[in-house]
């Protein structure tokens, strides 16, 4: 697997990285003992960039991803995120919070659950509407100074917001979903990442799970799975999207890979600073998904592929409306 710059800052990563959000919730059942497997295995095959946040669980999957990487954590490029507020005794509520003393507060409390004196990309996961970016980020670029962050980076912002904090503090990267159904980050985001040298983190790239077609009807999803209330997964919404996996996996049928290689393979050939982060908590999918960059792609290909899924192509919003209102700000 291939290591290169995660963006002008000093911090390397494996070009495609391990989503470990559905680790602890969201997407149906959970078994820590495989997941941790699935956490190890990946750092067999070189892939040693990991992306957790202290709202998934919230909190437990910072532990889960501590405890996996004890005694492994030189080897790992470790990222987690704060800023989306959550009460376990209430998860369903959440809120915002980038105020200084907030970002100071939640970095020490990531430190302990992941069992490590420092995280090399902190990001602020959703951008806070009562809280200049400005003051957000002067209070994370103080942890970077402190030794605690290696790098510092937002998720789900405009590329105006993106200007405003690199002005700031360099950013080393930017997340936000990438996939052949979520192409709206090609409207100047990765253009402005490309620009400013700052790396583009690619959660979703597979439309969370859907594009590897192995959902095929809706009853496939656990009744308390968070996909039975998205938008894209639900009515005629599910209609429509399962025909353009049907073309890709006819697609990917005839170039001697799977639709999840791809998926993700499309997402590395959009440009060297795009890192894409598959989640997944099966060994199975994730060695799959680790042949993804071995698939290359012509030009006649790459037409072909924005032929069945050009912007804009996926029925349905990519989130419910309550939680659309908090991306790209």
Not at 58 to 72: C, D, M, R, S
Not at 98 to 121: A, H, M
Not at 253 to 266: F, N, P, R
């Amino acid at each position: 697997m291939k290591i290169k710059p995660l963006g002008s800052q000093g911090v390397t990563a494996s070009q495609l990285g391990l989503g470990c959000m559905g680790m602890s919730e969201f997407y149906g059942s959970l078994n820590d003992e495989e997941s941790t497997k699935t956490i190890h295995r990946a750092l067999e095959l070189g892939i040693n960039f990991l992306d957790t946040a202290d709202m998934y669980g919230p909190f437990t999957n910072e532990i889960l991803v501590g405890k996996a990487i004890q005694h492994k954590r030189s080897s790992v490029t470790l990222a987690t995120k704060f800023g989306i507020v959550r009460d376990p005794n209430n998860p369903m509520k959440r809120g915002v919070n980038g105020k200084p003393d907030y970002v100071k507060q939640s970095c020490e409390g990531s430190l302990k659950r992941l069992n490590t004196d420092y995280i090399d990309v902190y990001y602020l996961h959703r951008k806070d509407p009562d809280t200049p970016i400005e003051e957000t980020v002067s209070a994370m670029a103080e942890l970077v100074k402190e030794g605690k962050v290696r790098g510092i980076g937002l998720s789900e912002v405009s590329a105006e917001t993106l200007r405003k904090a690199h002005a700031v503090y360099p950013l080393t990267a930017l997340q936000t979903e990438y996939s052949l159904w979520s192409r709206d980050p090609e409207d100047g985001l990765l253009q402005t990442c490309a620009e400013l040298g700052i790396a583009f983190v690619a959660y979703s790239p597979l439309g969370r799970g859907f594009l590897t077609g192995q959902i095929k009807k809706f009853e496939d999803l656990a009744e308390d799975d968070y996909r039975r209330h998205s938008p894209r997964f639900q009515g005629e919404n599910f209609d429509r999207n399962i025909q353009l996996v049907h073309k890709l996996q006819s697609l990917a049928e005839k170039k001697g890979c799977t639709a999840s290689q791809l998926a993700l393979a499309w997402v590395i050939a959009q440009g060297d600073h795009i890192f894409p982060i598959p989640g997944t908590k099966r060994i199975k999918y994730l060695e799959e998904n680790a042949g993804a960059p071995g698939v290359t792609f012509g030009k006649e290909e790459l037409d072909e592929i924005d032929h069945i899924a050009p912007k804009g192509v996926a029925a349905g919003e990519r989130y419910p409306s309550a939680a659309m209102g908090s991306v790209n700000k």
